[in-house]
């Protein structure tokens, strides 16, 4: 059930409950808040200055905003003053996030002052003091119960040349006000979602931004707000609240800058809002391990990326093309440094078009290229045409397993293979990368590309191991038939990659777009297999060859419109698709969530999920503790999927979070073990 529904039922009984216990017998309790009301320096007749209600919270007690958020209630004035005397509307300082099982509060935790102009009758006598009353109302509430209180608040004002009022502390309060910004905002509502265009300067950092949003029912409050920056420009991205208005002529708000209390006030109408924009890390984002120690989990990754069922085979043989006779060691070194720059400007590439595309405003990530239907098919074609020449139906060079002899040729081979192998590598994520993938989404381009080198690198070092130590070469088998039996057993992984990319195309485009892809490989593969025969008879057959790659290029032109097939979900869990919505539906309801990111391409999505997750222990423990379970399907390029990920600092798949009954968030391991998840259910 979803609480933040009842948000204006609560306020209703909040105020209720307000009417009845604010009774002399109520009152008659000491408040959890104490109150006072402060005059604030001279003015003169018809002159301003400012009035303040000084609010002092016990410990584990808050109070809250002009808006309080899905549940509380802000605070009430009724102004008792002297004639021809006015009140202004109060100013309240920068207010805090308070997440209570599922539902965002506005809150202040600490000693605050609300701030309040006052106007001086026109015929008000120098020397005198003018008496001010207000009879103020709040709640006050800790994580478990909240208290209607009240207080009558007096004070005198100065006037003329009567002595001062406090100053100093008047401005210490100001300075916790928000800052009014020179320039108005700008905004787009849609029945989606909130955009703002906020004018900030760049130089003005941000470190766990938030925005308030004054008005109420407008926006979700708990949902994750998205932070990306253009030039001087902040652009917000807020989801709706349910049920929310239609239309809005302007919205007034304020914009945290950090944990410190620094915040602007803003108010935006309708008008251009930006897309893209640098991904700012934001109040949901966690902190960013520092860049040293990113580097070195980048570099774990990559390493481990060559078990990988597509990868094992290219760099099995690469390694073994170096025990060749006549192999030197100065050749060895350079066909090593080839693979490895290979390798690194594929990473380099992916990662600089990664960037791109979400500076541009594409929800995207971490091996977004296998949510493209029509790479998956150019995969597919590849791994099926290397499969087929690991078989040796033909002897067409795949790059990298044969040269023409000339050094040159190797080279440039070496070269080819890293790119391939690192293409087919980088949609595979380990436990290392989780956090630098998902960091280079959030960092300056430059060390978001340092990032991705070191992926690179981590893929290229066991051949630049073999290729610089000539004890790891001279350890390798002496070239033989063997190497003929083993090139045939590599075909069975790079099979097996294939057959896994077949199920995939069906996956990201239906039927139809699958059976013309297969009946274009199954083309490509006669023509190949027709070069290979005339190759065993001694004769050409670059005109069969480059007929086969003619038809790969026509084919993927010619594919129908992808239409993937409806999803569903198999699995022994009460799972249920994820979204926005949908899990703050569940924390609202104060139930433990479960919520896995997974995606068809993704090897060690369904390694965790046959070993961890969909098993019989977990679903135990899962139904006694009453766990949600959602589950976000990235195969296909989702919006929201990617939006949340960035919000966990995540740059793809796997993701595992738990959140608690009591609202707490927390990142689980990419590779989760049954006891583990038994373990949160039990908590």
Same mark, same amino acid.
């Given at each position: ?117 006052? *106007? ?160 700012? +890390? =934001?109040?949901?984002? @966690? ?25 094992? @085979? ?46 541009? =405003? ?15 098919? !150019? ?8 499969? $087929? ?10 790059? =990298?397993?044969?040269?023409?002899? +000339? ?89 097996? *990659? ?15 777009? !699958? ?16 070069? =290979? ?7 050409? $057959? ?77 679903? !135990? ?53 049954? !006891?583990?998840? $038994? ?5």
């Amino acid at each position: 059930m979803d609480l933040r529904c009842y948000r204006p039922f609560v306020a209703l009984l909040c105020q209720i409950c307000a009417l009845i216990l604010w009774s002399p017998q109520a009152l008659a309790a000491p408040n959890h808040i104490a109150a006072e009301l402060i005059s604030g320096p001279i003015t003169k007749p018809g002159g301003e200055t400012t009035l303040a209600i000084r609010m002092t919270p016990e410990k584990g007690w808050h109070g809250y905003w002009v808006n309080p958020g899905d549940a509380g209630l802000g605070m009430q004035l009724d102004w008792t003053l002297p004639e021809g005397a006015k009140a202004g509307e109060p100013d309240y300082p920068v207010p805090q996030t308070l997440l209570v099982q599922g539902l965002m509060n506005h809150v202040y935790e600490s000693e605050y002052a609300v701030l309040v102009p006052f *106007t001086a009758p026109a015929n008000a006598v120098p020397g005198s003091r003018l008496p001010v009353r207000v009879k103020a109302q709040w709640l006050a509430c800790t994580e478990q119960i909240c208290v209607p209180e009240s207080a009558d608040l007096a004070a005198e004002v100065a006037v003329g040349s009567a002595q001062p009022g406090d100053a100093a502390r008047f401005d210490s309060w100001r300075q916790r006000l928000p800052a009014p910004l020179d320039a108005p905002a700008t905004m787009a509502l849609s029945d989606k979602a909130l955009r703002l265009a906020i004018p900030l300067p760049a130089s003005v950092e941000l470190s766990s931004p938030h925005v308030f949003i004054r008005e109420d029912k407008i926006v979700d409050y708990a949902a994750p707000q998205v932070f990306t920056r253009k030039g001087d420009t902040l652009l917000v991205t807020i989801p709706r609240a349910k049920f929310a208005p239609r239309g809005a002529e302007h919205i007034e708000g304020v914009l945290k800058l950090d944990e410190q209390g620094n915040g602007v006030s803003l108010t935006a109408r309708p008008g251009d809002v930006p897309v893209g924009g640098v991904p700012v +890390s =934001g109040a949901e984002a @966690p902190e960013l391990p520092a860049l040293p120690w990113l580097l070195l989990a980048a570099l774990a990754g990559g390493l481990l990326l060559n078990v990988m069922p597509c990868v094992f @085979p290219i760099l099995s043989l690469k390694a073994l093309s170096l025990a060749r006779a006549g192999e030197s060691e100065a050749h060895a070194r350079i066909e090593g440094l080839a693979y490895a720059a290979g390798v690194i400007v594929a990473c380099l590439a992916l990662g600089g078009v990664l960037l791109a595309l979400r500076a541009g =405003g594409e929800q995207v990530g971490w091996a977004f290229q296998l949510q493209e239907p029509l790479v998956v098919v !150019a995969l597919f074609l590849l791994a099926t045409a290397i499969t $087929a020449n690991l078989l040796g139906l033909f002897e067409f060079t795949v790059p =990298g397993f044969v040269g023409s002899g +000339s050094p040159r040729s190797y080279t440039q081979g070496a070269f080819a293979t890293g790119l391939l192998a690192a293409f087919v590598a980088t949609p595979c994520t380990g436990p290392f990368m989780a956090s630098a993938m998902g960091a280079a989404l959030l960092l300056p381009v430059l060390p978001a590309l340092a990032l991705f080198a070191a992926l690179g690198l981590g893929i290229a070092l066991p051949f630049l191991a073999v290729a610089f130590v000539p004890a790891l070469r001279t350890r390798l088998p002496k070239p033989g038939a063997w190497m003929v039996r083993l090139r045939h057993w590599m075909a069975l992984p790079m099979g097996l *990659t294939a057959l896994a990319l077949a199920w995939l195309v069906w996956k990201v485009g239906g039927g139809n777009f !699958a059976t013309v892809a297969l009946a274009i490989t199954v083309v490509v593969i006669i023509l190949l297999g027709w070069s =290979g025969r005339r190759q065993r008879r001694g004769h050409a $057959a670059a005109v069969q060859a480059a007929g086969a790659l003619l038809v790969a290029l026509a084919g993927l032109l010619l594919l129908p419109k992808p239409v993937p097939p409806t999803a569903s979900i198999e699995s022994i869990l009460d799972t249920r698709p994820f979204s926005e919505e949908a899990l703050a539906n569940a924390r609202a309801a104060g139930k433990p969530v479960f919520v896995y990111m997974t995606a068809d391409w993704c090897l060690t999505c369904k390694v965790n999920e046959e070993v961890a997750i969909e098993r019989a222990e977990t679903k !135990a423990a899962f139904e006694k503790a009453g766990v949600v379970v959602l589950r976000g399907d990235w195969t296909r390029r989702d919006p929201e999927i990617t939006r949340y990920l960035t919000a966990q600092g995540a740059a793809g798949v796997p993701l595992y979070m738990w959140y608690a009954k009591d609202g707490r968030a927390e990142q689980l391991p990419q590779v989760p073990t049954p !006891a583990l998840l $038994a373990e949160k259910a039990g908590e």
